[in-house]
């Protein structure tokens, strides 16, 4: 069952923006930590970034001053803008919300993102 879905992937030139959205169905994100989670083809995925519940975002040191994560929780929303992109940055990304409590962590299905001249 999706219950996270991401969108906003692309092609995008070196130097480039592009911002991602994951809404979540069915679910709520209100109190839990959301994040963005990365996967480039032979490599292991990623922390991105999170934002603490929406109180202290946390950054990968390779996105630092780059990408900004931000929520909507009245459109159950939580977005990634991602600017000064570099070809590094090529990745599927994934959405993910953070286990809480008892709760355990909720994945979505990822968004292709590429980064190339």
């Known amino acids: 069952q999706v219950q996270l879905v991401e969108s906003g992937g692309g092609l995008v030139q070196p130097g480039g923006s592009l911002r991602l959205s994951c809404v979540a169905r069915g679910i709520t994100i209100d109190a839990y930590t959301m994040a963005w989670y990365r996967q480039a083809p032979g490599r292991q995925r990623e922390f991105v970034a999170d934002d603490t519940d929406g109180r202290n975002p946390d950054y990968a040191d390779s996105v630092k001053g780059r990408f900004t994560i931000s929520r909507d929780n009245a459109k159950s929303s939580v977005y990634l803008q991602m600017n000064s992109l570099k070809p590094e940055d090529t990745a599927v990304y994934y959405c993910?919300?953070?286990?809480?409590?008892?709760?355990?962590?909720?994945w979505g299905q990822g968004t292709q993102v590429t980064v190339s001249s």
């Open positions: 993910k919300r953070e286990a809480l409590g008892a709760v355990g962590s909720t």
